[in-house]
Structure formats: C-alpha cells, structure tokens
C-alpha cells in the first residue's frame, strides 16, 4: 500500500471533482489518497507518490507548474503523474511523444481542420505546446503518466473575459465531456504501479 497525495488547482471546479475521482478508485485500489489544493500542500514527506492535475488554463495552470518547480528535489525521489483537464487538444501526427507514456481522451483530440497545416490557434492546443511547460516546470521528474482529459465548461463559472477567451480563441462547446469511465482506468492503472 502506498500513501498518495492528489494535489490539484482548478478554475471552476471540475478538475477537483476528477482529483476525488481518481483518489477514489486509487483507494478502492487498496492505497492510502489524499485530496488537496495545491495551495494548501505544505509537506510533502510523508507521501510516496504524488499526483498533480490542473486544467489547461493559458497552458497547464501555473500553480502547478509553480508546484512542481517548488517542490522539484523533493518530488524526483516519488512516484509522480500529471493529469489535465482541457477543452481540446489538436494532434499533430509527425509530432514526437516523450519518454514516459501519455494517455489522451479520444473525446479531447482532433486533427488540424486543414490537413497538413496547424492554424495560428491550433498551435496553441497541440501536444507539444501542452506537454513541453509540464515536463519542462521540472526537468528531473519523469512522471509514470500524463493523461489529458476532456474536461467541462460550464459558462455561468467563468468571469465574462475568461468565457469569451473560451468562447473566441480555444472555440470550446460548454458542456460536461469528462469520461468518468476512463479517469477511473487511469487511476486504477496507477494504482497498479504505485
Ligand atoms: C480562461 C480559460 C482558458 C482556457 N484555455 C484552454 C486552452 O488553452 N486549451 C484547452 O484545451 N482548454 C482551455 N480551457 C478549458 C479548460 O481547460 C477546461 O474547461 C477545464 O475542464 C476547466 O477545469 P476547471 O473546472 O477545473 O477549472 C480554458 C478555460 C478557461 C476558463
């Protein structure tokens, strides 16, 4: 049994509810999880993995990038995985993967509308965009897996300019597409290895 720390941020909740989620099935795995804000994460000693999710927010929200920079030589020595929440994801076939495994939503990707050409905006959704900050806020760590999520947007939760910036650059449908079913899998495939 290991003692696992699911340590989030979010901007209107819904990625807090895939971090129950996944601590949920991750006990029902036979491990000790703990939920927290990644705000009020304070010591990190007693864990032996760690599970950092954010939504993509301007790229993989800056608290927890700023977390794992933080907490880099403590957290290279644990177990660790990243999760994220975004509205879309716009894959890039020739575009090269990282060492550790990633796992996506099929819900989450799709492919430039343009064959052969990204957009200015597609640019700004693809994997490489996502993944180089995350892998980047902490060199030395290699996570046992990335998963993206397809994550909810929920208008009447965003201040007018985030919905617009929702609504006009990222071109996101609202609505709830997370699949509980695979978050639940994931979870349960790091039970596995932690
Ligand atoms: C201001 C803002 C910017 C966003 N930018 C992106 C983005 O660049 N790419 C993306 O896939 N999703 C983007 N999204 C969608 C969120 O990542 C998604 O809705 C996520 O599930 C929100 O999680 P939360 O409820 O925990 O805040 C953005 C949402 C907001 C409000």
Redesign the pocket.
Known sequence: MSKILIA???????????AETIALELENGGHSAEVKRIADVSDLSGYDAVVVG??????W?SAARKFLKRNQSQLKEKKMAYF??????TRVEEERLPQCPVVLDPN?VSSPEKPGRISLKER??TLRY?LDPMLGAAPQICPISIAF??????MY???W???A??MV??Q?TPGD??DWELIKSWARSLGDQF
């Open positions: 989030y941020s979010t901007n209107s909740g819904s990625t807090a509810e895939v954010a939504p993509m927010i301007f790229g929200q994220s929440c975004a509205a879309r994801l989450l700004f959704t996502y999520f397809k994550g909810s947007i929920q939760r965003l201040k300019w985030q919905a910036f929702v650059i990222v996101a597409g997370r």
